[in-house]
């Protein structure tokens, strides 16, 4: 998508939410509904006229969304949705795996009763919402399921470690539902991984969660080799390779 096939994101904002709240609210939202597709230029003059909003402040929306993943600033300062690579992907989903395996066994013995109900009624929402192919009602229920798995873990350093990944997790879910390279029943697995929680095992809930996540990995990399993702070069924002990784 190029510069000038940018779409329409709704018009003037107004509230009294700060401006640049709304704009990184609504510019978050186009993103993880793949209305911006990765690499696509995001013009701050453009924006700033349809929003009816200062540069400023869509400069602050746009800082936040690069500091949280979701867009990059080129080496002239233009902005453009993040393209995530193939080690990206790898290197996303291993720390996934590491970070929500020890975030479930946690969970195991410190997971509150209320918090397993509701991660119960958001599987069966999950459920109906595939059945009905509301694939943006799946992501997101599956996106707070996950949240409650870690705030569970009751340890607020993993919760912060984790948003790091959660832009891209959230768009690459929508990505693996909507193009079908997600194999296996990844709803039923969830809830494997919710009955090993209430369950108090520890290391059956550990092991479930990698497991997902290297489900959820494979289901990424059948989009590069399909093409949908395309190749980059690019590195996610705030990673550094180390010498050696290619």
């Known amino acids: 998508m190029s510069a000038d096939e940018f779409p329409e994101l709704g018009g003037p904002l107004a509230s009294p939410v700060s401006l640049a709240q709304h704009a990184y609210e609504r510019i978050q939202r186009v993103i993880l509904e793949n209305r911006l597709p990765p690499g696509t230029p995001v013009a701050e003059p453009r924006l700033a006229q349809e929003f009816a909003i200062s540069r400023t402040a869509l400069r602050e929306a746009l800082v936040r969304l690069e500091a949280e993943g979701y867009v990059v600033r080129g080496k002239a300062g233009r902005w453009r949705v ?136 494979k289901a990424v990399l059948c989009l590069f080799d399909a093409g949908i993702l395309p190749e980059t070069d690019e590195s996610l924002p705030g990673l550094t390779r180390l010498p050696g990784r290619s």
């Not at 690459?172 to 079908?180: A, F, T």
Request: glycine content about 6%; proline content about 1%; hydrophobic content about 45%.
């Open 82 to 217: 993040f393209r995530m690579s193939r080690q990206d992907a790898i290197d996303i989903y291993e720390c996934r795996g590491s970070l929500e395996g020890l975030a479930a066994a946690l969970a195991a013995s410190r997971a509150k009763a209320p918090d397993l109900d509701r991660a119960r009624q958001l599987l069966k929402g999950c459920r109906e919402s595939l059945d009905q192919g509301a694939l943006d009602r799946v992501v997101s229920c599956s996106a707070e399921f996950h949240d409650i798995v870690f705030a569970s873990a009751a340890n607020a350093k993993l919760l912060s470690l984790m948003t790091v990944l959660q832009p891209q997790l959230r768009l690459n879910r929508w990505l693996m539902l909507h193009h079908g390279t997600r194999d296996g029943d990844y709803i039923a697995e969830n809830g494997n991984l919710l009955d090993a929680i209430a369950a108090h095992q520890a290391q059956r809930a550990e092991e479930l969660a990698k497991f997902g996540a290297q489900q959820d990995l």
